[in-house]
């Protein structure tokens, strides 16, 4: 069986520093140390922080026919950025059962994916077998639903009463309901009373989304789950009242959990009041917020009442699907790229700036992430018995994010032209060097299908 050394390096994980070695042997991590004997080849980690690999627990592959990114592309972009396993959304259809939508993401992923995959399920239509079905989903490693209070591009919204149906079912089958939590009623109504004004532009889907519609489905998500009895995952949480409601809950000690994503710590409203059209690259929803509220967010992932950054990487060509919004904002088809730019982004502007250690930082993009989603400690971690999904990662060097250089298959960058410090130079999965030396050696079909326990809140 193959042995690698990755010597001389910095082991970073979610509690400890230090400098040591890590020995893999075939597919996983056998010691973490000193004199460990010799590799079959050795990866030379001086000066370098050896890290886990990154863990993304919102992406959307494939979510349309005219979505950029599959899985191919979209996990070569992940394994390029350092991360390693994400967790995608696959999507029932209205009239069609979960296993029928899991089964066609599985095979969206199955011979494709160059990164380990698993899957939540989005629940757009709540129905007695729906219901039924969401026990034998749980047993088949797919251990977490997502359910959205309002619309987000498409028909998504399930009501009050099927929110609460999916809850109690969650509280008996142990699965995690992920919320998208925004008032769509309101919004409804505020997006056709802004089209009615005449008021057409990208930055309406901002005003037509205010954050307290944020910070009322949250408070309502988390009543309903109390009511289950289970607790909640918020995803893309975005403004400083939503957090708030977050942290006045775990306050009471009520199972409230959160995620945010790199776009809200790193860019506001203004961008979507850009020049032109151009504002439309950057609808996602909830929407980008003023810059105030970027700050509560860092103090949100240091006090851990925000648990996770993932992407919601969800790209639309700017060249054709973006612009299809050009009469009016809400056309404009929500979502945003990420994959693979969250390392990078979230090294530079979260720990080379102070906001947050090297710990915390592997907490918030791996560990954090695999415990909740029932991937810990095979995945998540450095340490005897994981997966050896391992990242060599130089803090100081620097990359550009241009969409001249980026993996993604996206037409542009969100963050064009940023210079970010810190880069994953190797990034390893299983034993396997995906990525070194600037070059791509991952190959689709390279990620398998992860069953995954129940949530380890
Ligand atoms: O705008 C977004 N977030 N698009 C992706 C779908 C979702 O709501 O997560
Ligand atoms: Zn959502
Ligand atoms: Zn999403």
């Known amino acids: 069986m193959p042995r690698t050394l990755i010597k001389d390096g910095t082991v970073v994980t979610a509690t400890d520093t230090r400098r040591a070695d890590v020995l893999v042997i075939d597919e996983v991590v056998v010691a973490v140390g000193h004199e460990l004997g010799e590799g079959d080849s050795v990866i030379d980690a001086s000066g370098r922080l050896v890290i886990p690999g990154g863990i993304d627990v919102h992406t959307h592959m494939e979510r349309r026919s005219e979505h950029s990114d599959n899985f191919a592309s979209g996990t070569a972009a992940a394994a390029w950025g350092g991360t390693t396993t994400i967790v995608d959304m696959a999507t029932q259809d209205f009239g069609e059962s979960l296993r029928q939508g899991l089964d066609r993401w599985m095979a969206f992923a199955d011979g494709n994916a160059h990164i380990d995959y698993g899957f939540h399920m989005i629940i757009r239509d709540v129905n007695d077998d729906v219901l039924a079905e969401m026990d034998n989903l749980v047993d088949a490693g797919v251990s977490s639903f997502k359910l959205f209070m309002a619309d987000s591009g498409g028909r998504y919204m399930v009501d009050d009463g099927g929110i609460f149906k999916a809850m109690s079912r969650a509280s008996d089958n142990g699965a995690l309901i992920m919320m998208h939590a925004e008032n769509g009623g309101v919004i409804d109504v505020l997006i056709q ?36 009895g289970i607790a909640v995952y918020i995803v893309h949480l975005s403004s400083a009242p939503a ?26 409203e203004e961008d979507l009041a850009r020049p032109g059209f151009d504002g439309a690259k950057y609808v996602c929803s909830p929407p980008l917020r003023p810059i105030p509220h970027q700050a509560h967010l860092w103090s949100g992932l240091r006090g851990d009442d ?29 979502g945003l790229p990420g994959v693979e730019d969250r390392l990078s982004l979230i090294w530079d502007g979260g720990v080379a700036t102070g906001e947050i250690s090297a710990n915390r930082f592997v907490e918030l993009v791996s560990t954090a992430p695999a415990r909740l989603f029932g991937l810990h400690p095979r995945k998540g971690t450095i340490a005897p018995g994981s997966d050896a999904d391992i990242v060599v990662f130089n803090p ?26 810190g880069v994953p130079e190797v990034v390893m999965q299983r034993g396997k060097v995906l990525v070194q030396n600037g070059k791509l050696l991952a190959r689709p079909g390279d990620g398998r299908f992860l069953e995954r326990r129940r949530s380890g809140l």
């Open 193 to 228: 009373e802004a089209v009615a004004r005449g008021q057409f532009a990208p930055r309406f889907h901002a005003t037509t989304r205010p954050d307290s519609m944020e910070a009322e489905a949250v408070t309502r998500a988390i009543a309903l789950a109390d009511l289950a």
């Open 243 to 268: 957090l708030e409601v977050i942290r006045e809950a775990r306050d009471r000690g009520v199972g409230a959990y959160a995620e945010t994503c790199p776009h809200y710590l790193f860019l506001s």
């Open 306 to 334: 925000l648990q996770v950054i993932s992407t919601d990487h969800c790209p639309f060509h700017f060249g054709n699907e973006k612009s299809k919004g050009k009469d009016s904002f809400a056309a404009i088809p929500n």
């Open 396 to 421: 100081d060097a620097t990359r550009v994010l241009s969409a001249a250089n980026q993996h993604m298959n996206i037409d542009y960058s969100l963050y064009e032209g940023r210079t970010v410090r």
